[in-house]
């Protein structure tokens, strides 16, 4: 059986609905499954993700938009993980799992042998949250980890723990997209992250949209990228009081030294590139947290 896509967005979801999904996907006929901001009982989300757990071609699943919406939905779903060997990319924007869901995530993301991309954005995370995900960002010589991680419109993240985050984004050895979109990180925070960007081997997309910066901190990613080699190709500084010729002559910057040659590295064995699978990205609202969103 050729796998195919099951995409229903914004809609209340029947028991017959669910029965088909969890039919198809203990079949292995699903290998994109997406039910952004559906609507289901508890009980369905459930039968769900024993269907997620019994699959062994399900490489995308997208719960974006509060179907993720309880502790009890997250043990669910890190269940699910915890059986599931073949998921690449999760999707849980907009869920409501603060510290304690992430918590119950953790284990199975982290021990997930496929996983490598991730988005978290919008989800009440705080510190707790974060430090557990620097866990994701294995060093140099550790297991493999994430290659693409969005982390947008979490604003309970103190700088503090920010600061750490940029350490381990320097010596993560598989990271190549970052996205921290819509929050107030501030110059500070901007120039440890481009301190590890310039440590790093790996990363090509950073996107720091609507995050406070200013031309203090556009200056210190200018010189890394006018003096030393870097992978970077793509830097988002829209949003931010960052004035526009800056913003350009980084542009060009990044441009040439991608017109040089700089090959980016192959993925690893056994996993299709992800913009293969993946759809548009959420993006927030410009400094809307999930929690006062309609």
């Known amino acids: 059986m050729l796998a195919a896509s099951i995409q229903v967005s914004g809609e209340p979801l029947s028991a017959a609905e669910v029965q088909d999904i969890c039919d198809r996907l203990r079949e292995d006929g699903v290998r994109l499954l997406s039910v952004r901001g559906c609507r289901l009982s508890d009980r369905d989300f459930g039968r769900v993700c024993r269907g997620v757990a019994a699959s062994r071609c399900l490489a995308q699943l997208n719960l974006n938009l509060g179907v993720v919406s309880s502790i009890g939905r997250a043990r669910h779903l ?116 481009a301190v590890a960007v310039a440590s790093s081997r790996t990363l090509e997309v950073l996107d720091l949209e609507g995050t406070g910066l200013t031309n203090q901190s556009a200056q210190v990613f200018l010189d890394m990228v006018e003096n030393y080699p870097t992978c970077l190709r793509v830097l988002v500084l829209a949003e931010n009081e960052v004035s526009s010729e800056l913003q350009q002559q980084i542009s060009d910057l990044l441009s040439e030294g991608e017109e040089d040659g700089r090959e980016a590295p192959p993925p690893p064995p056994g996993h299709a590139p992800s913009s293969a699978l993946q759809p548009i990205r959420e993006k927030p609202l410009p400094w809307l947290p999930h929690s006062s969103k309609g």
């Open 78 to 193: 890190a269940d699910a993980l915890a059986a599931n060997r073949s998921l690449q990319t999760l999707f849980l924007h907009g869920s409501p799992l603060l510290d304690a869901g992430l918590e119950a995530l953790n284990p199975a993301l982290a021990a997930h042998p496929a996983l490598v991309c991730l988005d978290l954005g919008d989800c009440l995370l705080g510190d707790a949250a974060l430090a557990l995900i620097c866990g994701m960002l294995p060093p140099d010589g550790a297991k493999s980890g994430l290659r693409e991680l969005t982390l947008s419109a979490n604003p309970r993240i103190t700088t503090k723990a920010w600061a750490r985050f940029s350490v381990a984004v320097a010596h993560s050895s598989q990271l190549r997209v970052l996205n921290l979109d819509y929050n107030p990180l501030g110059d500070q925070i901007a120039a440890m992250l």
